[in-house]
Antibody, heavy 115, light 107 residues
């Protein structure tokens, strides 16, 4: 069955770079697209960006300058890198298989930005 | 970018009650509207895709409708497990936007 699992550091210092990994199983990244979505504590969901099955990417214009999404198809992993972190980037970060919507989600990884 | 306005933000309701959650887009979205349920433990479950199509395994008490800029999610008779957060989401030109969410609470 399709599974996605996020991993990464729970705590990042302000101004530093966040690196997260989404490991997928039950699907191929060469024929499926994956998005990153985040949710600050007590707030709603924000789509961050997508890596398409062909390796192309699209990003939320609000954070595009700070965000990079890449992948390693041989390891079935999708990566998120976001620089210049601030406290408002504290959130649960999810990865999700992407078509016109998001039909499979990971459980999420909590990231706190604090010194 | 298209903005999604979801109403109400919270809704007290009773078991067995019929409820409707609304979602309005800032411009027409050609039925590219999906709905999700988020449980208190954070788990997110897709419910409906392309306005009115139930995801596999979703009970038939859930339904979706709408067109143009206005869409809705209806639960015909609330069960205990339905008390959760609900989000609408649109797709347009390689970007996705969520509504602000509706918290369905037990009255």
């Amino acid at each position: 069955q399709v599974q996605l699992k996020e991993s990464g550091p729970g705590l990042v210092q302000p101004s530093q770079t966040l690196s997260l990994t989404c490991t997928v199983s039950g699907l191929s990244l060469t024929s499926n697209s994956v998005s990153w979505i985040r949710q600050p504590p007590g707030k709603g969901l924000e789509w961050m960006g997508v890596i398409w099955s062909n390796g192309g990417t699209d990003y939320n214009s609000a954070i595009k300058s700070r965000l990079s999404i890449s992948r390693d198809t041989s390891k079935s992993q999708v990566f998120l890198k976001m620089n210049s972190l601030q406290t408002e980037d504290t959130a649960m970060y999810f990865c999700a298989r992407t078509e016109l919507g998001f039909d499979y989600w990971g459980q999420g990884v909590m990231v706190t930005v604090s010194s | 970018d298209i903005q999604m306005t979801q109403t109400p933000s919270s809704m007290p309701a009773s078991l067995g009650e019929r409820v409707t959650i609304s979602c309005r887009a800032s411009q027409g979205i050609s039925n590219y509207l999906n709905w999700y349920q988020q449980k208190p433990d954070g788990t997110i479950k897709p419910l409906i895709y392309y306005t009115s199509n139930l995801q596999s395994g979703v009970p038939s008490r859930f339904s979706g409708s709408g067109s143009g800029t206005d869409y809705s999610l209806t639960i015909s008779s609330l069960e205990p497990e339905d008390f959760a957060m609900y989000y609408c989401q649109q797709y347009d030109s390689s970007t996705w936007t969520f509504g602000g969410g509706t918290k369905l609470e037990l009255k």
